[in-house]
């Protein structure tokens, strides 16, 4: 069975450093997500992909956070510089095209980032 | 914006007998109610999903209902194992919303 695949799994980072988690999501899927947990909380929404641009945001994807696809295969999620607070287990998601009403998502492994 | 109430946090059940997680919605047009199971440290793994057009939907073992006039669905786990033992996720979605809100989980354990 496809699956969306995370890399890496943990990333340790100084605080004020960018850091950029990658993602490759399952290859005949369209739209791409990111989500994230913070420890031993709920999974949250950051921001939604399709078609080469963002399609919807949460309040949590300020100006510090930024996404990409660089080419026909990954998905990355950039944050500027890292705040204590980023330390979270962050989600990559897709999934397929929509024709009536939302398709599930399929999540990766994720990342696991620590900010020191 | 859509909020999802999950209950109970925690879940003991013996093996061999039913767990039922509970969710309430407050966004009437919430239309499509995924529920994942995470295991410690892993994806959240999708298990079961269910549209507003449907009241019911079972797969083996898991169900899930949904009555949309009182905003709540349920997930049932019957004959319960141990390998049933995780954090479990309800969530909602609007039709051509892109989010899925999730509940703040359950954590189910299996007793022997």
């Known amino acids: 069975e496809p699956e969306v695949t995370q890399t890496p799994s943990h990333q340790v980072t100084q605080m004020g450093q960018e850091v950029i988690l990658r993602c490759v999501p ?3 899927h369209l739209y791409f997500y990111w989500y994230r947990q913070i420890l031993g909380q709920k999974v949250e929404f950051l921001v939604s992909f399709y078609n080469n641009e963002i399609s919807e945001k949460s309040e ?15 998905f990355t999620l950039k944050i500027r510089s890292t705040k204590l607070e980023d330390s979270a287990m962050y989600f990559c998601a897709s999934s397929d095209y929509r024709v009536l009403g939302n398709q599930p998502q399929h999540f990766g492994d994720g990342t696991r980032l620590s900010i020191l | 914006g ?4 999950q209950h109970p946090s925690t879940l003991s059940v013996q093996e061999g007998d039913s767990a039922v997680i509970k969710c309430t919605y407050s966004d009437s047009a919430s239309n499509y109610f995924p529920w994942y199971k995470q295991e410690l440290g892993k994806r959240p793994q999708l298990i079961i999903d269910i549209r507003s057009n449907v009241g019911e939907k079972k797969d083996q073992r898991i169900a899930v209902t ?4 009182a905003k709540h669905f349920s997930l049932h786990i019957t004959e319960t194992q141990p390998e049933d033992s995780a954090v479990y996720f309800c969530a909602a ?7 899925i809100i999730f509940g703040k989980g359950t954590r189910l354990h299996i007793l022997p």
């Open chain 1, 26 to 28: 399952i290859s005949n």
């Open chain 2, 66 to 69: 949904l009555n949309k006039t």
């Open chain 2, 93 to 99: 979605s609007r039709a051509g919303d892109d989010k």
């Open chain 1, 60 to 74: 949590i994807f300020d100006d510090q956070f930024s996404v990409e696809r660089p080419d026909g295969s990954n």
């Open chain 2, 2 to 5: 859509e909020n999802v109430e």
